[in-house]
T-cell receptor, first 116, second 113 residues
Framework: GAVVSQHPSRVICKSGTSVKIECRSLDFQATTMFWYRQFPKQSLMLMATSNEGSKATYEQGVEKDKFLINHASLTLSTLTVTSAHPEDSSFYIC????????????FGPGTRLTVL | GENVEQHPSTLSVQEGDSAVIKCTYSDSASNYFPWYKQELGKGPQLIIDIRSNVGEKKDQRIAVTLNKTAKHFSLHITETQPEDSAVYFCAASMRTSYGKLTFGQGTILTVHP
């Protein structure tokens, strides 16, 4: 099946620093990837759509200068949380769209970000 | 935009019983309805999906039904096992949304041995 990986799985950082999270599709090419944020006991909230070779599309209320997204290749998208603050602490999950198979979306294992 | 409502928020069953989770959607243009299972600290895993040209789909102990007229779809798990315990999310997507999913609120399923 389609496999999506994320790195790191867990990160703790100090307030004011930037953190980069990588999302890779391991066995298929993904022209589109999505980034979600999930708070404890809540559903997934779509942050942005990442398209290979073009600018990401952000959902309403998501600061594009705060959450930088780069989709540099057909298998890699990165999310950088800039100048992180404690309220940015969350579970960040990426997914990759498997085109040609009915637009199935496969999720990565998630990254737990804790900002001190 | 699309809105997906999911019920119940929690569901507790005995091992061997059946579990049913229901979702409604608002946009009749939605045509793809996946279900995901999420275990604690992990990403969601696709367990079954259905498209608008089909009314029912089965995969071993799991089945999904879709009623386009009423705009609702349901997940059915038979012969539940403790390892089925997890959070289940329904979602909906439109052909024109380029794969964007709208998720339901999630259901915490607990299967007691």
């Amino acid at each position: 099946g389609a496999v999506v990986s994320q790195h790191p799985s867990r990160v703790i950082c100090k307030s004011g620093t930037s953190v980069k999270i990588e999302c890779r599709s391991l066995d298929f090419q993904a022209t589109t990837m999505f980034w979600y944020r999930q708070f404890p006991k809540q559903s997934l909230m779509l942050m942005a759509t990442s398209n290979e070779g073009s600018k990401a599309t952000y959902e309403q209320g998501v600061e594009k200068d705060k959450f930088l997204i780069n989709h540099a290749s057909l298998t890699l998208s990165t999310l950088t949380v800039t100048s992180a603050h404690p309220e940015d602490s969350s579970f960040y999950i990426c997914s990759a769209l498997l085109r040609g198979a009915g637009n199935e979306q496969f999720f990565g294992p998630g990254t737990r970000l804790t900002v001190l | 935009g699309e809105n997906v409502e999911q019920h119940p928020s929690t569901l507790s069953v005995q091992e061997g019983d059946s579990a049913v989770i229901k979702c409604t959607y608002s946009d009749s243009a939605s045509n793809y309805f996946p279900w995901y299972k999420q275990e604690l600290g992990k990403g969601p895993q696709l367990i079954i999906d259905i498209r608008s040209n089909v009314g029912e789909k089965k995969d071993q102990r799991i089945a999904v039904t879709l009623n386009k007229t009423a705009k609702h779809f349901s997940l059915h798990i038979t012969e539940t096992q403790p390892e089925d315990s997890a959070v289940y999310f329904c979602a909906a997507s439109m052909r024109t949304s380029y794969g964007k999913l709208t998720f339901g609120q999630g259901t915490i399923l607990t299967v007691h041995p």
